[in-house]
Structures are given as structure tokens and as C-alpha cells.
């Protein structure tokens, strides 16, 4: 029943209402219809009857939490009131072979920042390729760029071990700058600086926990265990891993507060933990986050968010008499991974599924809403425009399995540059901000890729720079909140597969 609207004829909210004398009426029976579907439905989801985006659902115990729930944020000033609108940083301080393939000779041997450093240790060369990356890859004119676009924030990812010195954790295998932590100069530092420069808040966020947290290049750990069940067991099964990972993010909080002093006040938040292992213990996660937020809050009042490590309706229960103030929930939602939403053999089959896509996206609406409602205001700090995962070495995991193409892949140079394609992903990519910016807002991932993904069709999928430059995201987003784009249903008649 929920689709019903759909099997109506409905295409746009105004199809509802054809009679303006008849408005009120209209509006109250459509109210009695929504209610009575989500009443009348057995069990209460993140997914329950979500009208493709049409409803918003209220939170009667928590008001401010209902609408706009980005103006009642710490940082909502800064942002005018605004929704998070900002990209991640990625593959700058937690190496990724897909965001940068031609920075070293990635193989089996080396696919993670921990085999990097291994082999090369300060002093080499692959050691000042490294020292480059982190001074020279992104300048101001990126942050600039930022700006100009409509972005108002970003989300820096950065590795567990630029902090272990200053937390007093062992780090005997990764390379770090040559600057102390609280050296104003390093590079961390420098990038916040050019973010505050150009009118940009920061997200500073955990990418990688000692021992890996989920077992993926992204943590700055590959596992090497062919089960991936078993990833990230390394840091949710050591106590010492966890107990680091405290004093890890503790150190963190103490830098955004020395950095602040000296000026560099633009950090809004700290990300206690990226990407959990979605198979793990989610009362270990829990108990982690409530360990660090106790230790964090003896020095520092700083806004805290936790991921929900992919995992949805448990974190109700999960944070039961949570008595913390302040902390917020990070969401990530991708359309690239799962075979169901990337099998496509035909052009007509991709041509559907983008629109599904789109409709999905929608439907997420209500995942995103009652997590606001039901355990923390909720953004999402990772989306991207693929739905299809043909980029090699995306995945993160096992080298030799970097992507899968399920009959997709053969058809992405054909969407370059042609008009039907560039208006869908741009549909694509307003559902996507449109859910997020009715909660606290969202970060594209990621702002651009490194050389060597020039010539890939997929690349203005991933890089918020790319996709506007190949006109799918506007050169200036516009500056009232993106709410409404989920009020066209997209139909997907056209493309039969």
C-alpha cells in the first residue's frame, strides 16, 4: 500500500490536489491515509512505509528534532542555520589505491598505509612522496573552489597514528610528519588552516583505529583473513586496541582545543570512529563510544558524533538512557556495492536502475528521519553518485577482488557527456542532498581523485570537483535548503528490463 500513489497515477505532489476549493479536504484525507498506513503496519522500521520521500515523519518527544533539526545544532550559526553541505578529504591522510593509483606501485605486497610505510621509512623516497601528498595535493584554490561552490564544511579523515605520540600509543610501523602534533605548521593543522581561510568548518574524523576497525584499506589496515566476518575483529576483540583507540580520539579532542586557542577555531566536531565493521558487536561499538565520550568529556566540551557502523534500528535500542549531550549520528549510504542495485546487462537495464536509484534514494528519507527521531540527530558523512562499481581497487579489501562487474561496466564510457545521463545523475544527486539536508546535512565523498583516474568514466561519480565539471552538480548549489526533489516520482516504465 505504501506505493499506491505510484500504482495511482500520481506522478508530483500536485496530482493530489486538483480542485483549490477542495485543498483542505484533500490535505486531511491524505493525512488519514498516511497515518493509517503506518499505524496499521506490524513492525516500526528506518524503512516503514516511506512513500518514496512524500512523508516526514515528526518526533512528538523530541520537537527539535522535527523540522530542521540543523538549526539547533552547536554550529548552526556558523552555518547560517544551514545544513551540513561539504565534501570528505579522502586519500590524503589514510591512503586509498583507488583515490590515488599512480602514487606508488599498489600490488598485493603493498595496498595499505601500513605496507607503505613498511617500505618506506623516513628518509625515502617513497617517504617524501608521502610528505608531499600530505603538503602539496590540496591548496587553497581547492578550498576556495569549496566555497564557491556552495559548500559550507568538510569531513578530514585522518589515521589513528599522527596522534600516537601525544596519546602515548605505540606506533613503531607508520610514517608521520616530521611535526609534532602541536606544531602549528603540521600538515593536519595546514589543511584546517586552509578550510578556516576560505569559510569552511571541519569535521575532523577517525579513519583508522589501532589494529583496523574493519579490516579495509580505508582503516589504514588491510586484513588479510579471506572471511570478511571476521574483518575488523582485531580491534572489536582487544581490549588494548580499544583502550588505545580511547586515548586516540582523547588526544584528538585535546587538539582541536590547543588548535583553537591559537586561532584555528573552525573545527565544529569530532568523528569518534569511521566504519565499524558492519558484522561486529554492536554493544562493544556502543560501550567504545561511551568509554571515549566519558574520558573526552573531562577536557573538552566539543560536539561529538558516532558512526552507526551501517546498522540501523538496534541504535534505539542501543542508546536506551544515553545521558550525553551534544553527540550526533553519522550515516553512510551508497548505491555501488550490493549486486541487486548494479547487475545491468543492457542499456535499457541501466537506464532503469538509475531510476530506481533515484527512488531508492528517496526511500531513504525515512531510514535517515527516524534515526533522527529515534536515536540521534543524523547526517550522512559519505554518499557518492555511483551505482555502479567498476572503479579497480575500490572496494578496499582483497586486491585481486577490487571491483565487480556484473555486466555494467561495459556501457559507463557511453554516459560521458550525454544529456539523458547527465540529468538523471543530476536527479540522483538532489534526492541524495534533499534526504540528508532535512536532517543536520551530508559530505560527498570525496572531493577529487588523484591522477591516474582522469580517463575513467566513473570518476565524476566519486569527485564532487569532477561531477561538476561534467555538469552534473551545479557550479553554485543554490542557497535554499534542497528539500523537495523527492516530490517527483520517477517512473521507471520507459526502460523495461
Known sequence: MCKLATAMGYKKISDWFKSPDLYPLHIKYLNLYLQGIYNTTAVHTTSTCDFLGFTVLQCPTKPQRSLNPSQYTPWAKQLNNKPFRGVNLGGVF???????????????????????????????????????????????????????????????????????????????????????????????????????????????????????????????????????????????????????????????????????????????????????????????????????????????????????????????????????ENIYMDTHIYHAFNADDIASSTVNCDKNKIIVAQNIACGYGSMLRFKTCTSLPTLVGEWSLANDDCVGMIRGAQYSVQNKDYGQCKHLKERVGDQWWIAQYQKFAFKQMAMAEREIGWFFWTWKLGPGTEQDPSQAYWSYSGAVAANIIPAKLPEQNITEACYVFESTDPFKC
Do not use: C
Not at 580520539?249 to 570512529?273: F, H, P, Q, R
Open 94 to 324: 589514510v591512503l586509498e589505491p583507488w583515490i590515488t593509483p599512480n602514487f606508488t606501485n599498489w600490488s598485493l605486497a603493498i595496498a595499505d598505509q601500513h605496507a607503505f610505510s613498511t617500505a618506506n621509512p623516513v628518509g625515502s623516497k617513497g617517504y617524501q612522496d608521502l610528505v608531499n601528498l600530505w603538503t602539496k595535493w590540496y591548496t587553497q584554490d581547492d578550498f576556495n573552489k569549496m566555497k564557491s561552490y556552495g559548500l559550507n564544511s568538510i569531513r578530514l579523515p585522518v589515521g589513528w597514528w599522527y596522534f600516537a605520540k601525544d596519546a602515548s600509543v605505540p606506533n613503531s610501523v607508520y610514517t608521520i610528519p616530521s611535526q609534532d602534533i602541536t606544531d602549528p605548521n603540521h600538515p593536519i593543522t595546514n589543511m584546517i588552516k586552509m578550510a578556516k581561510n576560505a569559510g569552511l568548518v571541519v569535521i575532523l574524523d577517525l579513519h583508522g583505529a589501532p589494529g583496523s576497525q574493519n579490516g579495509l584499506d580505508n582503516s589504514g589496515l588491510r586484513s588479510p583473513d579471506k572471511n570478511p566476518a571476521r574483518w575488523g575483529y582485531e580491534w572489536f576483540y582487544d581490549p588494548t586496541n580499544l583502550a588505545y583507540t580511547v586515548k586516540i580520539v582523547t588526544s584528538m579532542a585535546k587538539y582541536i582545543g590547543t588548535i583553537a586557542k591559537n586561532g584555528v577555531d573552525n573545527v565544529v566536531a569530532l568523528e569518534l570512529l569511521n566504519e565499524p565493521w558492519v558484522f561486529g558487536d554492536m554493544t562493544i561499538v556502543r560501550d567504545f563510544y561511551i568509554n571515549a565520550i566519558i574520558q573526552i568529556r573531562q577536557i573538552s566540551k566539543v560536539p561529538l558524533i558516532i558512526h552507526d557502523a551501517f546498522r540501523h534500528s538496534e541504535w534505539e535500542w542501543l542508546l536506551n538512557d544515553f545521558p550525553f
